[in-house]
């Protein structure tokens, strides 16, 4: 008997909670294409791969990508075969609002989203929708982007337009994806569009109007559409987990997971404002530079009042692991970025950190660790895992490495539910499909189905992954 219950509570912890749900994104820069149909109007990633092509691993650009736009029924088709709960994916503000302003909305951009999230609902996939995946409208990169405060209203105005056009069959609703990305490695290193290097500065006064226009949209869902439409608001982070390099490390680790957490401190924590461990450093380094004051710009308390508290769930996307040590001379922090400016570390990788391709070592533990950071920094709130996932740089079919990825990785998302009790609800598989994937073009492969990017008409053709996938939201475990 004793036994008997021993094996029946084993195989009862490879089971996710009832409610758990499945699903897969994708962003619109990345798959739409089309990116000059109807009254679309340029976004900063049209100009900058036209701009700049050379930045681009094979100097590709997004102009047709999976030709999602026309394609969307075949994503959906695919979605369905996967048995997915929810399909993640982003709406495109210069093809809903071409002038970026809510003066005009695009009939185009309309029915497009329409259809997609009709499609969805029609097959049981529930929409799950970004609003903001970096496709700024270039007319509003002229206008300063994301150094320009005013572009908090903007994006409210934006968010407005969106909650009141689909907000009745959307029900989740993600207002930034990867702030760290958005300001970090595009105004501090100008690595990514608008590329824009305003290193130690145009990065923090991105992040200040980030902050603004997340909690603005999010207190606009609030009092104005969640009577009547009952949905959830939250943004999604990016997390690199980091491990000490030695004992004496822990200290300075503890600092870096502070800078990823950046995004999350204004909004998560009770007390509000920047992480202190960060903003003191800054502060201090700004001193000593002679700048009169910190380049991390202040919130004011309003500011931090309106900030504070405005989420629903809290979006992680995590990818991989770093260890963090003392620098020596001429080794530095990759990312973020502006973590090389401010402290004296660098990153590592473990020996027996084995797979990966590029920058995404596999380290599965650390999904687990940041999820069980996060709970200790704020308390037991809904988090939901809005990105995981492995690239290739071929095309495999047969891809056992993305499996292995994908089962080490819901292995430790099931030890955070069950042994941490850390109250996860949903886990999303990036990608759905192959797509175009920001510097690194057509080179990196992340899709559970592969996109055959010779073919006009972007064959879609599930993995090994996929048929895993499947096999898991299907028995709800992962005991297959
Ligand atoms: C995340 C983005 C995704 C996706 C993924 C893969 O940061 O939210 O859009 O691109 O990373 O990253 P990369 O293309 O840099 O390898």
């Given amino acids: 008997v004793v036994l008997s219950l021993l094996v029946a509570a084993c195989v009862a912890q490879r089971k996710f909670p009832p409610?758990?749900?499945?699903?897969?994104?994708?962003?619109a820069y990345q798959v739409e294409g089309a990116w000059n149909v109807s009254d679309k109007s340029p976004s900063i990633w049209d100009t900058f791969t036209h701009d700049n092509p050379d930045i681009i691993a094979d100097k590709s650009n997004g102009d047709?990508?999976?030709d999602s736009y026309r394609l969307w029924e075949t994503d959906i088709a695919v979605a369905k075969d996967l048995g997915l709960h929810f399909y993640r994916f982003s709406i495109s503000w210069p093809r809903l609002l071409p002038s970026g302003h809510s003066n005009y909305v695009s009939e185009d951009g309309k029915r497009y989203y329409n259809n997609l999230i009709n499609g969805l609902i029609e097959n049981g996939i529930e929409p799950v929708v970004t609003l903001y995946h970096w496709d700024l409208p270039q007319k509003l990169q002229d206008l300063g982007g994301w150094t320009n405060p005013e572009l908090a209203r903007l994006f409210e105005d934006y968010a407005k337009v969106a909650f009141g056009l689909f907000g009745d069959r959307v029900?989740?609703?993600?207002t930034f994806n990867e702030p760290v990305i958005i300001c970090d490695v595009a105004y501090e290193a100008g690595g990514i569009a608008p590329g824009i290097a305003l290193p130690g500065i145009g990065n923090y006064?991105?992040?200040k109007v980030v902050m603004l226009a997340h909690a603005r949209a999010y207190r606009l869902y609030d009092t104005k559409f969640r009577a009547q439409y009952q949905g959830k608001v939250g943004l999604t982070n990016q997390h690199l987990w980091c491990e000490p390099k030695n004992s004496e490390e822990e200290e300075n680790a503890e600092l870096i997971r502070n800078v990823f957490a950046l995004f999350a401190y204004p909004i998560y924590s009770k007390t509000g404002g920047w992480p202190p461990s960060v903003e003191k450093v800054i502060a201090e380094k700004s001193e000593k530079e002679g700048y009169g004051r910190s380049r991390l710009p202040a919130f004011t308390q309003e500011e931090i009042e309106l900030i504070k508290g405005t989420y629903d769930f809290y979006g992680l996307n995590y990818y991989t692991s770093r260890m963090v040590g003392t620098a020596q001379p001429g080794q530095k922090l990759f990312w973020p970025v502006s973590g090389s400016r401010e402290f004296s570390l660098a990153f590592s990788t473990d020996?027996?950190?084995?797979?990966?391709?590029?920058?995404?070592i596999s380290y599965p533990p650390g999904i687990r660790r940041q999820l069980h950071w996060l709970k200790q920094q704020f308390g037991d709130i809904e988090f939901k895992i809005l990105e995981n996932g492995y690239s290739t740089a071929e095309p495999v079919m047969f891809d056992e490495e993305r499996v292995n990825y994908y089962k080490d990785h819901l292995e430790q998302v099931l030890l955070a539910i069950n042994e941490d009790k850390i109250n996860v609800t949903a886990y999303t598989a990036w990608s759905l499909i192959d797509n175009y994937e920001w510097t690194s073009g057509y080179m990196s492969r992340f899709g559970l189905v592969n996109i055959d990017f010779n073919d006009p008409n972007r064959k879609r053709t599930p993995r090994a992954s996929a048929l895993y996938y499947a096999a898991v939201i299907k028995s709800h475990s992962l005991d297959l």
């Fill in 64 to 66: 047709v990508a999976c």
């Fill in 351 to 360: 020996p027996s950190w084995k797979n990966g391709h590029g920058w995404l």
């Fill in 205 to 207: 006064i991105c992040a």
């Fill in 171 to 174: 029900k989740t609703w993600i």
């Fill in 19 to 27: 409610g758990f749900k499945f699903g897969a994104a994708t962003a």
